[in-house]
């Protein structure tokens, strides 16, 4: 149970936060935290994170996050993409499996497929098994995320590998074609040197894996020059598949949109490091659905702070986290002493307390001018 199963950065961050009082209903009650975490101690005196869910606590907070979303974001437009995370494990079971992993490994892993809108603020998150295509994990996903909140005119963005022959014959779609020199003269660096790397192959002159462009015949191996041919035909070009008609999105505006796909890798980057989502420590299903529930919920509060302070998650946490405060007991008399708040972190609370302030007054505003509007 090492370093509270790599939560202790997350749930210090998300305990504080929810103390600051920023989690409130849209009725403006009183804070009450989704999930309630509380730090224990093991038999071996290792810390550990114990979780409490009610309610389906990761439908909660991504009910949550949504109705954050349509109040001061964008949901016209939607990213999704997947990730692996790995296991230290000798052997599978029916969630961790082996499958193809972005990280190159052999072990055990799961596959894990986010939703954020475009402010790459997060809105749902799904857990696969390990061997999982990823084609397999963009319909269940964003199909139920859609049952539960049935937004209007939603647009997916997904990278090519999500779309299976399979989901793109669901709907009609186009292509849509760009062209950037650039790329072309990458392309052109990189065919040149499979071409060569093929041709050493073909020679004897090097032995390795088959590369691309060799086919393998019971005469032997050749340089397959049409498949060679085929692809210095298409060097600079970048296809882009949708399902939008051209009257509703013409074609600069789907490739910006696809464009935007960064913002969710980088989400997975943070969740990785910053609010160590990895390595796990855990094994059964209800505990990495616990973990990653944690994670979901803390990059949706980390995402929120970075708004409000224009600061990165680790600047901050390295700001806050001496910030203590001290209860001495003595003689039956308890005195607690605050922490010593410099000016550079009290602007950072400032910013925080004051920006939850402000979008909860702005949303009170909203609620009467369309409470006036109403017909009586």
């Not at 929120?304 to 700001?319: A, F, H, V």
Request: charged share 25%; hydrophobic share 40%; proline share 3%.
């Amino acid at each position: 149970m090492r370093g509270a199963i790599g939560w202790r950065r997350a749930a210090e961050l998300g305990c504080w936060f929810w103390r600051q009082g920023v989690s409130r209903t849209n009725e403006g009650s009183a804070c009450r935290p989704v999930v309630f975490i509380r730090r224990v101690r093991t038999r071996s005196g290792a810390t550990a994170v114990q979780i409490t869910e009610y309610r389906d606590g990761r439908q909660q907070i991504a009910a949550a996050c949504y109705s954050h979303a349509t109040r001061h974001g964008d949901l016209t437009l939607v990213l999704y993409d997947v990730t692996t995370l790995y296991f230290e494990a000798e052997s599978e079971d029916e969630l961790r499996k082996v499958g193809y992993s972005k990280e190159r490994r052999v072990d055990p892993q799961i596959v894990v497929g986010l939703l954020v809108d475009r402010g790459e603020f997060p809105l749902e998150m799904g857990c696969f098994e390990g061997n999982k295509g990823e084609t397999t994990t963009i319909l269940p996903l964003v199909c139920g995320f859609q049952q539960r909140h049935d937004p209007t005119d939603m647009i997916v963005v997904a990278d090519a590998g999500m779309f299976s022959a399979a989901n793109l014959a669901l709907r009609s779609w186009r292509a849509v074609w760009a062209y950037s020199h650039k790329r072309a003269l990458q392309d052109r660096r990189t065919l040149a040197l499979h071409e060569q790397r093929a041709s050493a192959v073909v020679a004897d002159e090097q032995s390795t894996r088959t590369p691309r462009f060799v086919k393998i015949t019971a005469a032997g191996r050749y340089l397959d020059k049409a498949s060679l041919a085929r692809a210095q035909m298409l060097v600079g070009l970048k296809g882009y598949v949708t399902n939008i008609p051209v009257d509703a999105m013409d074609a600069e505006t789907i490739i910006a949109s696809y464009h935007d796909l960064w913002h969710i890798k980088q989400s997975f980057r943070m969740s990785k490091t910053d609010l160590a989502a990895r390595p796990m420590f855990v094994r059964t299903r209800d505990a990495i659905e616990a973990h990653l529930t944690v994670v979901f919920a803390a990059l949706a509060v980390s995402r929120q702070i970075q708004r409000r302070t224009g600061l990165s998650i680790r600047n901050i946490c390295r700001q806050l986290r001496p910030l203590q405060s001290a209860t001495i007991a003595i003689n039956g008399a308890t005195q607690t002493f605050p922490p010593a708040i410099p000016a550079d972190q009290q602007a950072v609370l400032d910013a925080i307390v004051s920006g939850h302030e402000l979008a909860h007054e702005q949303h009170v505003l909203t609620q009467e001018r369309s409470t006036r509007r109403m017909p009586r």
